[in-house]
């Protein structure tokens, strides 16, 4: 793997607000050299905001950014010299794809005898030689981005900050997409700031996540920490906790916590991590955690929850069922077993896979 | 498929919208039939009988009599050359000053509304009532020359109106608002992270308005530039009265409205406007050309 162009990124306590609207809050994160970073958030966290404080393209309102200990937030996007690919491709119409992939070393006054070799082999590495010649509009999709990939990594920059790259896209050629561009990160070196409000997008291609929310930083980590230890509801939510059940403290011991559900007529075991704070809480678990047929369990009625299947759906090789237990209490289970709408169901959570969180975390 | 489907089914079971459809035609398209036989009636045919009578001079002399004397008549064939004078320069500065306020106005800016509104507001206005305003307010004893004589910054009066100054600042103030409107109806649909992107791949303002923006808004451009130009070429009550119609502002459209309600020589004044409408024709084949060399795809990256 070649040497990245950078050795450290720091962005220290920046700020945006839009017309007393805070977009952005105390943002801080320090990038290393050759890493992928994704920001992660639904839209309005601020993630973009931050890609295009990054960028250049908008002032900070306050803070700082440092590129190996130079200070780079008061330049113009211009004379940043980093590499940005948007959701909409922004190609340059008027151009052919060979012009458009050129186009930042001739602003950049790259020498005339080194522009060619260089587009030529970044139009390789995105594998569209054969539509050098062509208009962004005779493109697909796709191959569009893969120019856009191209007009950005032929700079050689130190940072590339990429927005929503993969939106505009179908699924199929998101996944393959996605694939190519971790290739081109780890080929080339490069260092990433990756912008996604898709968690499986974030999870699969970074090394570490930033997680947002209304212009906050909820949690950073690596994908497997932010998936397997979500630092709260929201969090957990995100990354595929799609039972988020209302509950109330029974009792707390030894970093583990049992809970009251639906008035207390369902009582559950889980991992605390409510802190020491004292609100509403959720008991928070994964579809696929929730097992059918309980009962043999061996610890005889803990963890068991009644409930009535009420949608099914057919997933290939699973079903996704929608059931109601106690006091309305309603909860979505994975399952391959044969389970149809009205069924009287008892489901099993392991108490290592029940995570206890405050509601307003 | 669809094609062997609809062959199985009888002809006259078939509505009108799909008989229309196998041709590659929409129903709404009828709409336009209306609008295109007026102008075949209103327009090609005055047209092809101007054209017909513009051949049938009234003292005889043959088919091309009437051209031959325009030609020969400096006074008359001098009035192409003194409304290119004026028509030209006014719309390259309309659509060159519209250019730069559209480039900014694509923006969200404040009271954007309110410039709109204010830039737009003489299309409202009649050229008769524009020309009016000019002779008030920049005529010898109009305002502005009466403050300037009260500051006494000049001695006379200067000469704004009733010569080519007065016609020139009448054709910009009705052309500049149609020129504005349609590069700003183009300019809009530029995409905007196109020059952020520009701006990340290195090129600072300038190289981004001649690079990017501006190659963009050419095809708008080249547009507002015909039609400011026809607008000009055809200046007739402007000329008249902040012009001064026996001398430099006699245009085109005066010596065609002589011809015909002076001397009653409707040959004649159909040659004039035959002549006038070659000229704007010329005018508008060498922007086209020019402009067929150019980029005129979409203002933005595709399938977006």
């Known amino acids: ?361 | 498929m669809s094609r062997a489907v609809a062959a199985d089914r009888p002809a006259a079971g078939r509505s009108l919208r799909h008989r229309l459809a196998a041709v590659g035609l929409d129903r709404v398209v009828l709409l336009a039939i209306p609008a295109a036989a007026t102008i075949g009636l209103l327009f090609v045919y005055p047209f092809l009988y101007g054209l017909g009578l513009s051949f049938q001079p009234l003292d005889g002399g043959g088919v091309f009599a009437n051209y031959r004397a325009f030609f020969n008549d400096a006074y008359q064939a001098s009035t192409i050359a003194k409304t290119l004078r004026l028509a030209l320069p006014a719309a390259l500065l309309n659509v060159a000053v519209s250019v730069p306020i559209a480039h900014k106005m694509r923006r969200p800016m404040r009271f954007k509304r309110l410039i709109t509104t204010a830039l737009i507001l003489p299309v409202t206005l009649g050229t008769v009532l524009v020309a009016e305003g000019l002779i008030r307010y920049f005529g010898p004893q109009g305002w502005f020359n009466q403050a300037l004589l009260g500051l006494g910054l000049i001695d006379a009066p200067l000469r704004l109106t009733n010569n080519y100054v007065g016609v020139f600042a009448s054709l910009v103030i009705t052309g500049f608002p149609l020129a504005l409107l349609i590069v700003l109806g183009h300019a809009s649909g530029i995409d905007p992270d196109v020059e952020k992107a520009a701006a990340t791949l290195g090129a600072g303002p300038t190289q981004r308005f001649w690079k990017v923006t501006f190659p963009l808004m050419l095809p708008g451009v080249s547009i507002a530039f015909m039609l400011a130009f026809v607008a000009a070429f055809a200046v007739f009550p402007s000329a008249v009265m902040v012009g001064n119609p026996s001398g430099e502002t006699r245009v085109i459209s005066i010596a065609a409205y002589q011809a015909a309600y002076e001397q009653f020589d409707y040959p004649m004044a159909s040659t004039i406007a035959m002549v006038m409408a070659a000229v704007e024709l010329a005018v508008i084949g060498v922007i086209l050309g020019l402009r067929s060399r150019l980029y005129r795809g979409a203002t933005s990256g595709g399938k977006g």
């Not at chain 1, 805070?22 to 943002?27: G, I, M, N, T, W």
């Not at chain 1, 908008?58 to 200070?71: E, K, V």
């Open chain 1, 1 to 361: 793997m070649p040497d990245p162009k950078l050795r450290h990124l720091r962005i220290e306590g920046v700020s945006k607000s839009f017309g007393g609207q805070v977009a952005l809050s105390d943002f801080h994160l320090d990038v290393l050299g050759g890493e992928f970073v994704a920001l992660l958030g639904p839209s309005g966290c601020g993630k973009s905001t931050m890609l295009n404080c990054l960028a250049g393209l908008l002032p900070l309102g306050a803070g700082r950014i440092t590129l190996d200990d130079r200070r780079i937030d008061t330049l113009p996007p211009e004379r940043r010299g980093f590499g940005m690919v948007f959701q909409n491709y922004a190609l340059f119409p008027h151009l052919t794809v060979r012009r458009n992939v050129a186009f930042g070393l001739h602003a950049r006054k790259t020498p005339s005898d080194e522009v060619g070799p260089r587009v030529e082999r970044s139009l390789e590495q995105v594998r569209l030689t054969e539509h050098a010649d062509r208009y962004p509009s005779q493109l697909s999709g796709g191959q569009q981005q893969r120019v856009a990939m191209a007009r950005a990594i032929v700079l050689e920059p130190p940072l590339i900050l990429m927005d929503e790259p993969l939106s505009n896209l179908d699924a199929q050629l998101r996944t393959e997409l996605r694939t190519e561009l971790r290739r081109l990160h780890q080929d080339l070196g490069l260092t990433t700031v990756y912008v996604t409000h898709d968690q499986s997008e974030a999870l699969s291609l970074a090394d570490r996540i930033v997680i947002l929310r209304s212009g906050r930083m909820l949690q950073v980590g690596t994908p497997e920490e932010v998936y397997t230890q979500p630092a709260g509801a929201y969090v957990a939510a995100f990354m595929g906790y799609r039972n988020l059940l209302p509950a109330q403290l029974k009792e707390a011991r030894d970093g583990r916590a049992t809970v009251l559900l639906a008035g207390g007529q369902v009582e559950l075991d889980g991992v605390d991590r409510t802190g020491d704070g004292v609100g509403d809480l959720v008991a928070a678990i994964r579809p696929e955690d929730l097992r059918v047929g309980g009962g043999s369990g061996g610890d005889g009625d803990r963890n068991l929850i009644r409930c009535r299947a009420e949608v099914v759906e057919y997933q290939g090789n699973e079903l996704v069922v929608t059931a109601e237990a106690a006091a309305g209490l309603s909860l979505q289970l994975r399952t391959r077993e044969r389970v149809a709408p009205g069924d009287e169901l008892s489901v099993r959570a392991d108490p290592a896979r029940v995570l206890v969180f405050e509601a307003a975390s």
